[in-house]
């Protein structure tokens, strides 16, 4: 029966109709909507922080940095796996330490690798790296520890209006330092320290993690875990929903103060979702949706009827 209907002719009444024309005012209208929104909603296309930008912005941080990392001091230097072997610095869960688990696996010596290569690779290498190799790792510990402590003291942190003391070669490498991130330069050096063409931002971004210009423009733009939680969007915009149960966790004591935060929301998560996983095998969990008749309620029409 139903052959035979799709068979006969129509003898309905019949009209033009336009498939260019609709295809093309869909396209415009939806086109000029989503240009619309996304112009009203979308989050700001902030441009990108380079070491450029921060030393151009604030020298004087950029320089305290630069002195953390020769001292071996920075965030970066005490980090840990997998990219130094600091004791006592991953994090466990109980006893096991989970964090050096895979080792050293992008081993980064942050004096070396922030400081004296960069500036060996300039054409002409400054004096001051060869008189930092002659010095032994307790003058360099000294030394930065010295020129960090008269850092502190200047007016507005200023390496220009450091007073006199025994800092070594460290205000020199810090100064030529900053003027190789000024022009741009030590950007392209870290960056294509592997390989030329490589798009590895591993070390440009630590070195710009172990600052206090980066973390402040992360803050500024409600960025941090106390405000919208771990997310891609800038400015006062929630980001991935997805991640809510993420930033709660991290917000509960006393995995909030804990050192081994990371490790315990993970660890936490990785239990959640298992769970999650195996609902239909759990006996009690299973039954749940038979005891707690929700879907009744949204589907209502059709039991009604059933």
């Given at each position: 029966?139903?052959?035979?209907?799709?068979?006969?002719?129509?003898?309905?009444?019949?009209?033009?109709?336009?498939?260019?024309?609709?295809?093309?005012?869909?396209?415009?209208?939806?086109?000029?909507?989503?240009?619309?929104?996304?112009?009203?909603?979308?989050?700001?296309?902030?441009?990108?922080?380079?070491?450029?930008?921060?030393?151009?912005?604030?020298?004087?941080?950029?320089?305290?940095?630069?002195?953390?990392?020769?001292?071996?001091?920075?965030?970066?230097?005490?980090?840990?796996?997998?990219y130094n072997a600091t004791p006592d610095a991953?994090?466990?869960?109980?006893?096991?330490?989970?964090?050096?688990?895979?080792?050293?696996?992008?081993?980064?010596?942050?004096?070396?690798?922030?400081?004296?290569?960069?500036?060996?690779?300039?054409?002409?290498?400054?004096?001051?790296?060869?008189?930092?190799?002659?010095?032994?790792?307790?003058?360099?510990?000294?030394?930065?520890a010295a020129y960090t402590d008269a850092l502190?003291?200047?007016?507005?942190?200023?390496?220009?209006?450091?007073?006199?003391?025994?800092?070594?070669?460290?205000?020199?490498?810090?100064?030529?330092?900053?003027?190789?991130?000024?022009?741009?330069?030590?950007?392209?050096?870290?960056?294509?320290?592997?390989?030329?063409?490589?798009?590895?931002?591993?070390?440009?971004?630590?070195?710009?993690?172990?600052?206090?210009?980066?973390?402040?423009?992360?803050?500024?733009?409600?960025?941090?875990?106390?405000?919208?939680?771990?997310?891609?969007?800038?400015?006062?915009?929630?980001?991935?929903?997805?991640?809510?149960?993420?930033?709660?966790?991290?917000?509960?004591?006393?995995?909030?103060?804990?050192?081994?935060?990371?490790?315990?929301?993970?660890?936490?998560?990785?239990?959640?979702?298992?769970?999650?996983?195996?609902?239909?095998?759990?006996?009690?969990?299973?039954?749940?949706?038979?005891?707690?008749?929700?879907?009744?309620?949204?589907?209502?029409?059709?039991?009604?009827?059933?």
């Amino acid at each position: 029966m139903r052959n035979d209907i799709a068979g006969r002719p129509w003898r309905g009444r019949a009209r033009e109709y336009d498939l260019f024309k609709e295809l093309t005012v869909g396209v415009m209208v939806v086109g000029l909507l989503v240009l619309g929104l996304s112009a009203v909603f979308s989050s700001p296309d902030d441009p990108s922080v380079t070491l450029k930008s921060w030393a151009t912005a604030a020298p004087a941080d950029f320089v305290a940095t630069a002195t953390a990392e020769l001292g071996g001091t920075s965030k970066t230097a005490g980090y840990g796996p997998p990219y130094n072997a600091t004791p006592d610095a991953s994090q466990k869960l109980g006893p096991i330490d989970l964090q050096s688990f895979s080792g050293v696996r992008i081993p980064i010596d942050t004096a070396n690798d922030f400081v004296i290569s960069p500036l060996q690779s300039l054409p002409s290498s400054p004096s001051a790296v060869s008189d930092w190799k002659a010095g032994t790792d307790k003058q360099h510990v000294d030394w930065a520890a010295a020129y960090t402590d008269a850092l502190s003291k200047a007016p507005d942190n200023d390496p220009a209006k450091v007073g006199p003391g025994d800092y070594g070669p460290v205000p020199a490498l810090t100064g030529t330092l900053l003027g190789m991130a000024q022009q741009g330069a030590l950007d392209g050096v870290l960056q294509a320290k592997d390989s030329f063409y490589s798009t590895d931002y591993t070390r440009s971004t630590l070195f710009l993690g172990d600052g206090t210009y980066f973390p402040g423009l992360a803050d500024t733009a409600h960025l941090t875990g106390d405000q919208w939680g771990m997310m891609n969007e800038t400015g006062n915009y929630p980001g991935q929903s997805w991640l809510w149960l993420f930033s709660f966790v991290y917000q509960v004591q006393p995995i909030k103060s804990s050192p081994n935060a990371d490790i315990l929301v993970v660890s936490i998560m990785a239990v959640l979702t298992l769970l999650l996983t195996l609902v239909p095998f759990i006996p009690g969990l299973r039954s749940l949706p038979r005891r707690i008749p929700i879907h009744r309620l949204i589907w209502k029409d059709y039991y009604r009827r059933r």
